[in-house]
């Protein structure tokens, strides 16, 4: 009788662990899907990534993840605008001047679940064409 049970209870233990071991992979699996999700999300169609200035930064002490990407088109800045308007929904923008040029900024903040997401895009005129500049955080709201 105790052989069955022994022979029982390492079945279920075996069972669990299985389980916990998928668990992990999942969990594993979506946290990368993710995290590359969020790295690509803003990047507009055909636009070429500026050197050395896409990076993201996740920060597990404070609890945010920080993504920031630069790309250049030569594209019109208004089909720029209007499909990062259509991507993230924004309803309006603000000029700015900034040393690259003349520039428009984008932001917005959302709320889905337990997360947060604040987005500032800086579409700027230059004499080599548009600079995009975009950064997104997402923490805990």
Known sequence: MD????????????????????AVIGVTAAVVFGLNREFHLGAYPGAQPV???NYANLNA???YLRVENAYRTQDDL?????????????????RVYEA?????LLE????ALVLQRNINI????????????????????
């Open 3 to 22: 052989h069955k049970i022994r022979g029982y209870n390492q079945n279920m233990l075996l069972g669990c662990g299985f389980l916990a071991l998928l």
């Open 51 to 53: 050197p050395n200035q």
């Open 61 to 63: 002490a404070r609890l």
């Open 78 to 94: 208004l089909d720029v605008y209007v499909w990062y308007e259509h991507r993230f929904g924004f309803r309006d923008y603000k």
């Open 100 to 104: 690259e040029g003349d520039c428009l």
């Open 108 to 111: 917005k903040s959302t709320e």
């Open 122 to 141: 800086i579409i700027c005129e230059t004499p080599a064409g548009r600079l995009i500049l975009m950064t997104r955080i997402v923490s805990p709201s």
